[in-house]
């Protein structure tokens, strides 16, 4: 195991190369969140900042954790080549459509059908485990790109804001999850 204080560019291009990345959250009490996120959604900005596009689903844990406590963990394994898990540690901030700063961070990610949030991840540690428990798995294709994408697109941006207002509004623990301006 190897800690570090900041990305380098070993850990950069790793992280550049996994189509998959998993996020945790908790908030101060009730249930730590874990979701795994992929397509063109990341960044790695410099050594210290991380940012990534989230896309709506089914839940919104991660918005109302980060609004109650900044604390975020990405992690990213490789299933092919090599094997290393790396973990980057540290505080985000969420950046929503209504945010005066959305413009110029949706600007890094294409245009992609259901859109939700940014959270921009500063980091405070990163740490490399061995990796060797992880199996190896061959990436076929995204299924976001087949099904999720699709979807929202047909929604559209008043469907879109309808499925949030049904299914993001709150966390599982009853949270705020701050989508709308108004809440």
């Not at 210290?48 to 963990?73: C, D, F, K, Q, Y």
């Not at 540690?125 to 798995?137: E, L």
């Amino acid at each position: 195991m190897a800690k570090f204080t900041k990305l380098n560019n070993t850990l950069t291009k790793f992280i550049e190369k996994q189509p998959l990345f998993f996020v945790a959250t908790a908030g101060y009490e009730g249930r730590v969140n874990l979701s795994p996120k992929g397509m063109d959604t990341l960044r790695v900005i410099d050594d210290n900042h991380i940012s990534w596009l989230s896309l709506s689903g089914s839940g919104n844990e991660t918005a109302a954790h980060v609004l109650e406590t900044p604390r975020m963990t990405l992690m990213f394994c490789a299933f092919e080549g090599d094997a290393m898990i790396l973990r980057t540690y540290g505080n985000a901030q969420v950046i929503y459509p209504h945010d005066d700063a959305w413009e110029e961070a949706v600007a890094l990610y294409p245009s992609i059908g259901g859109t939700r949030q940014i959270y921009n991840l500063t980091i405070d540690m990163a740490q490399t485990s061995c990796g060797t428990g992880v199996p190896y798995m061959q990436f076929k294709k995204s299924r976001a790109e087949d099904e999720l994408v699709p979807y929202f697109d047909d929604l559209g941006p008043q469907g879109t804001e309808k499925f949030w207002r049904k299914k993001n509004m709150v966390s599982l623990d009853g949270k705020p999850t701050g989508i709308f301006k108004d809440t």
